[in-house]
């Protein structure tokens, strides 16, 4: 009975410590971080050194450039989606070859996005001239189905 009560001891104190770890491991991972947390998934660490994945926008900066009533593309994604996944590394140098500058904006960190852009899925990439929406693309594409839906933004 004593050597199993010190092996469910050990057990449980071995998850602790590797729960702990993990903890301050992805702390430790998401720091100056373009989402300005404290901790990120585990998804999103896994993309912070992507190229495809910087030019990031926080809710508070995307609030901002409405308010301002900048034009800007948004795209929304979620680095856990396949479609996600599949449309990023046509979408992006493709916006670079059009010299368009995309904001990405990671919905997995910032969940309030889906309700505040009215977003049914992911990759969602919508334009905004003058505070509002005038334009939206969603689901995943290819190459030549973004091309077109940004020359008819312009």
Not at 120 to 143: C, S
């Amino acid at each position: 009975m004593k050597k199993i009560i010190i092996f469910l001891v050990v057990v449980i104190a071995l998850f602790a410590a590797l729960g702990v770890v993990t903890f301050y491991s992805n702390k430790q991972a998401a720091q100056g971080n373009p989402y300005g947390k404290e901790t990120l998934h585990a998804a999103t660490i896994e993309q912070l050194d992507d190229p495809l994945y910087g030019n990031q926008i926080t809710p508070d900066e995307l609030q901002e450039k409405l308010d301002n009533k900048e034009e800007l593309y948004v795209y929304f994604y979620d680095p856990t989606c396949p479609h996600c996944k599949e449309t990023t590394p046509i979408l992006v140098p493709l916006a670079d070859e059009l010299k368009i500058d995309v904001k990405k904006h990671n919905v997995l960190e910032f969940q309030e996005a889906w309700q505040k852009f009215q977003l049914t899925g992911t990759p969602t990439l919508i334009h905004f001239k003058d505070g509002k929406e005038v334009g939206r693309l969603a689901g995943g594409q290819e190459e030549a189905s973004l091309k077109s839906w940004f020359e008819e933004q312009q």
